[in-house]
């Protein structure tokens, strides 16, 4: 079973609009942390905001939140006032504490956001 | 500057000729790893290091090897490469936690032909 699951293979927002990108997850452990990468065209992966499963509070970065929802196993990115830059794919990522994945960096399959002017 | 650098960003190569790609980092992580990208299929591991002289397979193994003699650096080796193993490559590091984000170095673009 996937460990990482992003449901939205392509999507396109509008620029200034905001825009959800999801991502659930599946692990039995208490102890885990939740990544979001973007990776531009030119290819380089870039660490974009993180969340701790003992994190009450959904993390913020700037134009970037993550919208935590523990129950459910979800972990959305949330960019506001999207801009042409963010046009990129988008990967959510999971790095368990105890789990069978020996503290590895789970990827799920990626978003690739475009944003129209 | 702390930094994950791969070698070389591109590669064109032929069947059967043995490569190496390297991978350094400069911020003492315990942790490195390889993942190899393809369209679809999003970044899938190839072998990890917890630390210096210890190191596992990941998910798709099959082709390569690895070695880590010192902590500061991880090559990914492929003895006879096959024209499956055609792919974008990435390196990355961290510290062991599982709140510990990875550092990806620029991503070395192999072409087997």
């Known amino acids: 079973a996937q460990k990482i699951t992003q449901t939205q293979p392509g999507m396109f927002v509008q620029e200034k609009e905001a825009v959800t990108l999801d991502c659930t997850y599946d692990t039995s452990d208490q102890s885990y942390g939740l990544f979001w990468y973007k990776q531009p065209s030119s290819g380089e992966m870039i660490f974009l905001i993180y969340q701790g499963s003992y994190d009450e509070q959904n993390a913020t970065e700037g134009r970037y939140s993550l919208n935590f929802q523990k129950a459910r196993k979800s972990a959305n990115l949330v960019i506001s006032a999207s801009q042409l830059g963010d046009s990129a794919m988008y990967f959510c990522a999971m790095r368990e504490a105890y789990g069978g994945s020996q503290g590895n960096l789970i990827f799920g399959k990626g978003t690739k956001l475009s944003v129209k002017p | 500057e702390a930094q994950v650098t791969q070698n070389p960003r591109y590669l064109i190569t032929v069947t059967g000729k043995k490569l190496t790609v390297t991978c350094s980092q400069n911020m003492n992580h315990e942790y490195m790893s390889w993942y190899r990208q393809d369209p679809g299929l999003g970044l899938r591991q190839i072998y990890y290091?917890?630390?210096?002289?210890?190191?596992d397979k990941g998910d798709v193994p099959e082709g390569y090897k690895v070695s880590r003699k010192e902590k500061r650096n991880f090559p990914l080796i492929l003895e006879s490469p096959s024209p499956n193993q055609t792919s974008l490559y990435f390196c990355a590091s961290s510290l062991s936690g599982f709140n510990d984000e990875a550092f990806f170095g620029q991503g070395t673009r192999l072409t087997v032909v």
């Open positions: 290091s917890m630390n210096v002289e210890v190191t």
